[in-house]
């Protein structure tokens, strides 16, 4: 028809479709940071989406924020398959997945692109697998308070505080 727009099926991401008898733990401590707020709500998307999408059927997952020395750091975990510890640095790499292509969607640029972020806004991201399977990963960011406090740290341009 002229004029109008094909239908479109809403899209459902792996964070919407939760498994059954999965559950979650927070542990939400302030973790304030000077960022683009556009950019911070990619990284965390990305992580809790990741933790979702390679999370074992009815795994948990723990979501935990919190502010030391300086930086603000959030970490998710998860209770997916277990992961040689050789293995996760290649996580990071882009189009690099662990699991082929034909047991979950997407195309390996996840947690490139949260070490992107973390790295722009002068952070970094650590993981380390679970002894019972899954994966932690851990983004630290100076905090806001500390590039007030002159680290020489400078935020990204059109930076805000990022709660």
Do not use: C, K
């Not at 997945?97 to 949260?114: E, N, P, Q």
């Not at 990963?137 to 709660?163: E, H, K, M, N, Y």
Request: no cysteine; net charge positive.
């Amino acid at each position: 028809m002229a004029g109008s727009s094909p239908a479109r099926a809403p899209m459902m991401t792996a964070a919407a479709r939760p498994p059954a008898q999965a559950s979650a733990g927070m542990t939400m401590e302030p973790a304030v940071i000077s960022g683009d707020p556009v950019l911070a709500e990619r990284l965390i998307a990305n992580l809790v989406d990741n933790a979702v999408r390679y999370n074992a059927a009815a795994g948990d997952i723990w979501i935990s924020t919190r502010t030391t020395a300086g930086s603000s750091q959030l970490t998710v975990a998860n209770t997916g398959p277990v992961i040689p510890p050789g293995e996760v640095g290649r996580l990071f790499q882009p189009f690099q997945r662990l699991s082929d292509r034909a047991t979950h969607d997407g195309f390996g640029l996840g947690l490139a692109i949260v070490a992107s972020i973390a790295a722009i806004h002068g952070g970094s991201v650590t993981a380390r697998p679970r002894d019972d399977g899954g994966l932690s990963v851990t983004v630290t960011i100076p905090s806001a308070s500390a590039r007030a406090q002159g680290t020489g740290l400078q935020a990204p341009p059109g930076s805000r505080t990022v709660v």
